[in-house]
C-alpha cells in the first residue's frame, strides 16, 4: 500500500497493524502459567469489570453525558469492552453452579447494563448473539439453563430500566424518529442519516478505486469532500462505519480480504475441533470474538482503534492459550475415547 500510495497516512495503518504481532510474544508469556488458573484470573478480572464498567456507566449518563463512553470518549470501543466482559462473567457462571455462579450472573448483568447504557443500539443484538455462543460454546455445570437465561434476562431488563429506561425509550425513539424524518436519506444531523451518508460515499470510493483503494490519507479526504456534496457539511470521521466499504476504500481488495481474514478466522478454525475444560472456553472465545467483530464492523468501526485493535489481541492470545495447552490435550484425548 505505501509503494501504491505514497502518502504519510499509510504509516498509521502500518503502526497499527504492527499490534497485532503482539500476539506471538504474549502467548509465548502465556504459556508459562497454567491455562486453568489463567482463565479462573480472567473470570475474576471480568467480574470486577463489569462492576466498574456498570459504575462508571450510571454515572456518566446521570451527571456527565447522555450517553455512556468509559474513560475512551467513544460509546463504541466501551461499548464492544462490555459486551467482551459480559461474555466471559456468563460463560464464568455457565461453568459452575449454585453460590459459585451467582456472582458471574450479576457481573453479566451489571456488564448488560453497561452495553445498554453506551446506547449503541447494533450492540443490543450483538450482546445476545455474545449470550447464544455462550450457552452453546460452554458445557454448562447446572441443568437449568432455560431457567437460566430467563432470570437473566429478567434481571437485565428490571435492574437497565431502572437504572436508564429512559435512555431506551430516547434512541429508540430517535431511530424512529429519524426514519419518518428522512427515511435512508444522507443527512448530517440524524445518527441514521449520517451512517447513509458515510456507506453511500463507501460505495463511491470503492467504484474509483476497487483494486487498491484510495489510501487512507486519500480515503479519509474522499469522505469528506463526499459527505460536503451530499449534506453540505464536512465529515471529520476516520472510517466509512462498515468494515467492508472502509477496508475497500483504503486498501483495495487486498485489504479486504487482510481484514476479512483476521475476522473471520478465529471462528473458522475451530469448526471440527473438539475440547474440554479450558479449551472449550477457548474456542467459545474465538467463535465469539468472530460474531461480536463482524457485527460491530458491520454498522461501525472494527479495526484502526487503540482499544478495540488491543482487546482483539488479548483475547485470540488468551482463547490461544487455552486451547493450545489443557484443552487440545482434552480434545486428543476425547477423539481416541470416541474412536474407541
Given at each position: 500500500m505505501?509503494?501504491?500510495?505514497?502518502?504519510g497516512g499509510n504509516l498509521v495503518?502500518?503502526a497499527q497493524r504492527a499490534?497485532f504481532?503482539?500476539?506471538?510474544?504474549?502467548?509465548a508469556a502465556?504459556?508459562l502459567?497454567p491455562?486453568?488458573?489463567?482463565?479462573?484470573?480472567?473470570?475474576?478480572?471480568a467480574?470486577a469489570g463489569?462492576?466498574?464498567?456498570v459504575?462508571i456507566a450510571?454515572i456518566?449518563?446521570?451527571?456527565?453525558?447522555p450517553?455512556?463512553?468509559?474513560?475512551?470518549g467513544?460509546?463504541?470501543?466501551?461499548?464492544?469492552?462490555?459486551?467482551?466482559?459480559?461474555?466471559?462473567?456468563?460463560?464464568?457462571?455457565?461453568r459452575r453452579s449454585g453460590?459459585?455462579?451467582?456472582?458471574f450472573h450479576?457481573?453479566?448483568?451489571a456488564a448488560a447494563?453497561?452495553?445498554?447504557?453506551?446506547?449503541?443500539r447494533?450492540?443490543?443484538i450483538?450482546?445476545?448473539?455474545?449470550?447464544v455462543?455462550?450457552l452453546?460454546?460452554?458445557?454448562?455445570?447446572?441443568?437449568?439453563?432455560?431457567a437460566?437465561?430467563?432470570?437473566?434476562?429478567?434481571a437485565?431488563?428490571?435492574?437497565a430500566?431502572l437504572?436508564?429506561g429512559?435512555r431506551?425509550?430516547?434512541?429508540?425513539?430517535?431511530l424512529y424518529?429519524?426514519?419518518l424524518a428522512?427515511?435512508?436519506?444522507?443527512?448530517?444531523e440524524?445518527?441514521?442519516?449520517r451512517?447513509v451518508?458515510?456507506?453511500?460515499?463507501g460505495?463511491?470510493a470503492?467504484?474509483?478505486?476497487?483494486?487498491?483503494?484510495?489510501?487512507?490519507v486519500?480515503?479519509?479526504g474522499?469522505?469528506a469532500s463526499?459527505?460536503?456534496?451530499l449534506?453540505?457539511?464536512?465529515?471529520?470521521?476516520s472510517?466509512?462505519?462498515?468494515f467492508a466499504?472502509?477496508a475497500?476504500?483504503?486498501?483495495g481488495?487486498?485489504?479486504?480480504?487482510?481484514?476479512?481474514?483476521?475476522?473471520?478466522?478465529?471462528?473458522?478454525?475451530?469448526?471440527g475441533v473438539?475440547a474440554?475444560?479450558?479449551?472449550r472456553?477457548?474456542i467459545a472465545?474465538?467463535?465469539m470474538?468472530t460474531a461480536v467483530?463482524a457485527?460491530?464492523g458491520a454498522?461501525?468501526?472494527?479495526?484502526?482503534?487503540d482499544?478495540q485493535d488491543?482487546a482483539f489481541?488479548?483475547?485470540i492470545?488468551l482463547?490461544l492459550?487455552f486451547i493450545?495447552?489443557?484443552g487440545l490435550?482434552?480434545?486428543?484425548?476425547?477423539?481416541q475415547?470416541?474412536?474407541?
Amino acid at each position: 500500500m505505501n509503494v501504491i500510495h505514497p502518502d504519510g497516512g499509510n504509516l498509521v495503518l502500518i503502526a497499527q497493524r504492527a499490534s497485532f504481532l503482539a500476539i506471538l510474544p504474549l502467548l509465548a508469556a502465556y504459556r508459562l502459567s497454567p491455562p486453568t488458573q489463567t482463565l479462573v484470573a480472567l473470570e475474576y478480572g471480568a467480574l470486577a469489570g463489569a462492576f466498574a464498567a456498570v459504575a462508571i456507566a450510571i454515572i456518566q449518563i446521570k451527571w456527565v453525558e447522555p450517553r455512556a463512553s468509559g474513560f475512551s470518549g467513544n460509546p463504541g470501543p466501551f461499548a464492544l469492552a462490555a459486551t467482551l466482559i459480559f461474555f466471559v462473567n456468563f460463560t464464568a457462571a455457565l461453568r459452575r453452579s449454585g453460590r459459585a455462579a451467582a456472582p458471574f450472573h450479576l457481573g453479566a448483568v451489571a456488564a448488560a447494563v453497561a452495553v445498554a447504557a453506551s446506547g449503541m443500539r447494533s450492540f443490543w443484538i450483538i450482546l445476545f448473539a455474545a449470550a447464544v455462543i455462550a450457552l452453546f460454546g460452554q458445557k454448562r455445570a447446572n441443568r437449568t439453563p432455560l431457567a437460566t437465561v430467563a432470570l437473566l434476562a429478567a434481571a437485565v431488563a428490571a435492574v437497565a430500566w431502572l437504572a436508564m429506561g429512559d435512555r431506551f425509550v430516547m434512541r429508540f425513539g430517535a431511530l424512529y424518529a429519524d426514519l419518518l424524518a428522512n427515511g435512508l436519506v444522507p443527512d448530517a444531523e440524524t445518527s441514521l442519516g449520517r451512517r447513509v451518508t458515510m456507506w453511500q460515499c463507501g460505495l463511491e470510493a470503492v467504484a474509483q478505486s476497487p483494486w487498491f483503494g484510495l489510501g487512507l490519507v486519500g480515503a479519509r479526504g474522499f469522505l469528506a469532500s463526499c459527505s460536503q456534496s451530499l449534506t453540505g457539511t464536512a465529515f471529520a470521521t476516520s472510517h466509512y462505519h462498515n468494515f467492508a466499504l472502509h477496508a475497500l476504500a483504503v486498501g483495495g481488495i487486498p485489504e479486504l480480504a487482510a481484514v476479512a481474514a483476521m475476522v473471520f478466522l478465529p471462528a473458522l478454525v475451530t469448526f471440527g475441533v473438539r475440547a474440554e475444560g479450558t479449551g472449550r472456553a477457548g474456542i467459545a472465545m474465538l467463535r465469539m470474538l468472530t460474531a461480536v467483530y463482524a457485527l460491530a464492523g458491520a454498522t461501525g468501526i472494527m479495526f484502526g482503534n487503540d482499544i478495540q485493535d488491543l482487546a482483539f489481541v488479548f483475547v485470540i492470545v488468551l482463547a490461544l492459550h487455552f486451547i493450545g495447552n489443557d484443552g487440545l490435550r482434552s480434545s486428543n484425548a476425547g477423539l481416541q475415547k470416541e474412536d474407541k
